[in-house]
């Protein structure tokens, strides 16, 4: 089980969120800046509003913060002026964007790093083990070998312990999987990450769980349930949020490919990217080619991506902030 210290944590944070530069207007601008999107990015997209209004007060904000699914929608029907994804954009945003406004993409910025504790915000997913098991890292071919059926990263079955190399009473015991609803967020971004878009699991050996509610009508996440089911097999292997960790069971170190470098679910990880299964967050603009961004919504952006803008990230506790390098490539996209 992972334990945090909070001085590491706020050391982590905070060196990433000042590695930008310090916001300085290009230019006063005012108007109206309608932002349609993940609802989980209410908090910080207060955060940043508020912030901006500070040194553009001529600027306001309307909200329609719904979900994922409706913020491309919001661009290419201009109700919306940024469309704010807590995931990858999938076939239907991006078909859709195409075939609205007569075929180019739109302009696509990271924003955030997910989090590494609190899975509705684009939570890192992790790999859980029994703590009696020996096991102590994985690569994500193995992963896709271990809970895909078709292998696009080229690797073979893996269905038992001792396909891992594992002895003794493990040998020849069945590797029992334990993982959120395939079409859940958390679901769809495995299935991008580790299986390489590939829909053909190993469903012989995978119980799926989705959130559900208790008798005082209280939500039971689907990662609660998923741990809990670990924690009374030795011979499973739980795909989770860190959240969800018990004395019980252990995270797993987890590297690209066998000649990658393992790393742990850290926030520092996370942040600089090290860790292969994070996740992130996005910002997309209905930008026409050869087009510049409208000048308040530039402003706006250039914020979120300036060392104010990424404190507010810190300050939320939810997401984690970019790296200097990754704020730095984004940035450079708005000119």
């Not at 290009?26 to 910080?44: F, K, L, S, Y």
């Not at 913060?65 to 491309?72: D, E, I, P």
């Not at 899975?119 to 896709?144: I, R, Y």
Request: hydrophobic share 40%; charged share 25%.
């Amino acid at each position: 089980m992972i334990k945090f210290s909070f001085a590491l944590l706020c050391s982590a944070m905070c060196a990433a969120s000042t590695a930008a530069p310090h916001y300085q207007p290009h230019q006063r601008v005012a108007g109206t800046i309608r932002i349609w999107g993940d609802e989980h990015m209410a908090g910080v997209t207060s955060l940043w509003a508020a912030g901006f209004r500070k040194f553009q007060p001529g600027v306001h904000f309307e909200y329609q913060l719904k979900g994922s699914g409706a913020a491309m929608p919001g661009i290419y029907h201009n109700v919306a002026d940024l469309a704010l994804l807590g995931r990858e954009s999938d076939l239907t945003d991006d078909n859709g964007f195409f075939k609205s406004v007569g075929g180019y993409p739109p302009l696509r910025l990271e924003l955030m790093n997910g989090s590494l504790t609190e899975p509705e915000k684009s939570g890192a997913p992790v790999l859980f083990v029994h703590k009696d098991n020996p096991l102590a890292k994985l690569t994500v071919v193995e992963l896709d070998a271990i809970f895909g059926d078709e292998h696009r990263r080229g690797s073979r079955n893996i269905r038992t312990w001792g396909d891992l190399g594992l002895t003794g009473e493990w040998k020849d015991k069945q590797i029992n999987l334990y993982a959120a609803d395939a079409e859940s967020e958390a679901g769809m971004h495995f299935t991008r990450t580790v299986l390489a878009e590939s829909r053909k699991m190993n469903w012989d050996h995978l119980t799926e769980f989705s959130d559900g509610r208790r008798p005082d009508g209280s939500v039971l996440a689907s990662g609660e349930q998923i741990v809990d089911a670990l924690r009374v097999d030795r011979y499973g292997l739980a795909l989770a949020n860190v959240r969800y960790a018990r004395p019980e069971v252990r995270t797993l170190a987890i590297a690209a490919n066998e000649a990658a470098q393992h790393f742990q679910p850290t926030r520092e990880n996370l942040i600089s990217r090290k860790y292969p299964l994070a996740r992130r967050t996005y910002a997309f603009v209905n930008r026409r080619p050869g087009k510049p961004v409208e000048p308040a919504l530039r402003e706006f952006l250039r914020y979120v991506l300036s060392q104010e803008g990424q404190k507010d990230i810190v300050r939320e506790r939810g997401y984690l902030p970019l790296a200097g390098d990754v704020l730095a490539e984004q940035a450079r996209k708005l000119d």
